[in-house]
């Protein structure tokens, strides 16, 4: 048996040994070619749609960290520029 590898984006396997799941009706043959067979089965488009649920929830949790991120340092440069501008401003 040879390795299976997934296009988990698209919700299908590709599988080396067409003839394994020529008559297998669990599972849907998107396609075949000289790379192998597509296909996929509900296990693995349910699976698929939990994957890409989480991984889009992934997504907007790191991008409004990263954006947190940036205004907290933003923050922290008026805080060490003031009292430094101040200061030197007064003095002169």
Sequence with gaps: MKA???GLTFG???FQ???VLRNNKSY???DTNKSGVRFR??????LNSEYMQAHDSY?????????EIITIAG?????????ISSYILSSH
């Design 75 to 83: 923050q922290c440069h008026l805080v060490v520029w003031n009292p």
């Design 4 to 6: 299976i590898h997934s």
């Design 59 to 67: 997504t907007e949790k790191q991008k409004a960290i990263v954006n």
């Design 41 to 46: 089965s509900p296990a693995l488009t349910d």
């Design 17 to 19: 040994e067409e003839r």
């Design 28 to 30: 849907e043959t998107l």
């Design 12 to 14: 299908f396997h590709v």
